[in-house]
């Protein structure tokens, strides 16, 4: 599941003692059995590329290439070369679902 990291830094430059606070909390990630199906009928190189940007997908909101989907059945996209993982996070209980990986083409959102 996730944890919570925390990491004091302070910082001097010139006269001024800046401190900040970062607080990292990973989410979990769990795939449908339609996600996993989807993923394994893929070329292998996609699928390694797929598996990894799903990972990183434990950093959430804080990754790239994610974007919110208005109108639809799934919260969340992530662009993997051609391909989307559609997904949905809850921020609140810290887990990220996803439901579908397709290739881009025109009915695909």
Same mark, same amino acid.
Request: hydrophobic fraction near 35%; charge should be positive; proline fraction near 2%.
């Given at each position: 599941?996730g944890?919570? $990291?925390?990491? %004091?830094?302070t910082? /001097? =430059? =010139?006269?001024?003692t800046?401190t900040t @606070?970062?607080i990292n909390?990973?989410n979990?990630?769990q795939? *449908?059995t339609r996600?996993?199906?989807q993923v394994? @009928?893929?070329?292998?190189? #996609?699928?390694r590329?797929i598996?990894e940007a799903a990972? #990183? ?5 804080n990754?790239?290439?994610? @974007?919110?989907? $208005?109108?639809h059945?799934? =919260? ?5 070369g051609?391909?989307? /993982?559609? %997904? #949905?996070w #809850? *921020?609140?209980?810290r /887990?990220? *679902? /996803?439901?579908?990986?397709? @290739?881009?083409?025109?009915h695909?959102y």
């Open positions: 599941m944890y919570t $990291k925390q990491l %004091f830094q910082r /001097i =430059g =010139g006269n001024e800046e @606070k970062h909390t990973m979990a990630v795939w *449908s996600a996993l199906r394994r @009928k893929l070329p292998v190189l #996609d699928r590329q598996t990972a #990183d997908l434990e950093n959430m909101p990754c790239q290439q994610v @974007k919110a989907l $208005k109108n059945h799934y =919260g969340y996209r992530r662009r993997v051609h391909y989307r /993982i559609l %997904f #949905d #809850d *921020s609140t209980v /887990i990220v *679902s /996803i439901e579908e990986v397709r @290739k881009r083409n025109e695909t």
